[in-house]
């Protein structure tokens, strides 16, 4: 149960990022699959070689900026439908990445000192006490990224996702803002990576696979039970969408599935997510939490 919070946690922060990208800026893009080894690869490959930790998480931020700023010019520039400019740059980067782990495919940093070593050393991973401070990172995060929506570029970002027409009209730069906000995007998911790499002790080529489904599957999930009516609310529920994900994952895994089944119970549970809400499961739950709230207000 432990695991599979920390690990809930830890994923959360891709979410955040597919959120601006899914939901924000409702553009699909399955950069996500290449930007989040990407972010894994580069972290690693720089902590192998010696580099401090810090900065090593820093560059594999910047390189999934880059991965971003690749699929946004290519939409763009190219004027490339959005879902093949993400699926080109995903594909390109499946050889970068190779590259980046000097062609290897897998790159253990078990005999190298990461972030999460001093928590394992202490005997603190897969405590409460790991928990906290994962939460506490998150809650960051979370913080980072609504405070950046209220912004005036934020705010320009969400005029661009939810119409582009009326935002140039408004003299945005929907190009613009587009590249910047799969930029942020892609840059949170390279961060996830690169959490995730030191926390599982490796980069692996292929890490990201399928990472895109589990993303749309934790923001689905997590905004169909609580809703998504101000900005500070969704992204609440895209961060805890990913804790319950991994929760369902490892009940079903525990239930006695076969982990090869993995990525079909994902695809089941993104299918679910959004039925039910046309059939007023979730709505009448939030509803019904919504006058318990008044009435204990009153």
Known sequence: MVIALEIGLLYAVM????????RVLDFPDLTVDGSFTTGA?????LIVNGVPVPIAVVAAVIAGMIAGAITGLLHVWGNINPLLAGILTQIAL?????????NKANLPLLRNETLFSPLREAGLLGTWWSIGMFTVFVALVGAIVYWFLGTGYG???????????????????TGR??????????????LCGSMVAQYQGFSDISMGIGLIVAGLASVIVGQAIFGMTAVWQ???????????YRGVIQAALSAGLNPNDMKLISAVLVVLALVLPQW???KRL???RRRMLEARAA
């Open 41 to 45: 690869a580069t972290c690693a490959i």
């Open 15 to 22: 979410a955040l990022g597919v959120y601006l990208t899914y």
């Open 234 to 244: 969704a992204v609440t529920a895209a961060a805890l969408g990913s804790i319950i």
């Open 155 to 173: 705010v320009a970002i969400r005029a661009t996702g939810d119409n582009e027409m009326m935002a140039r009209s408004q003299g945005i730069n």
């Open 280 to 282: 007023g499961v979730f």
């Open 94 to 102: 499946y050889s970068i990445n190779l590259r980046i782990m000097g």
């Open 177 to 190: 803002t587009k590249i910047v906000g799969l930029m942020l995007s892609n840059g949170m998911v390279a």
């Open 286 to 288: 939030r509803m019904r």
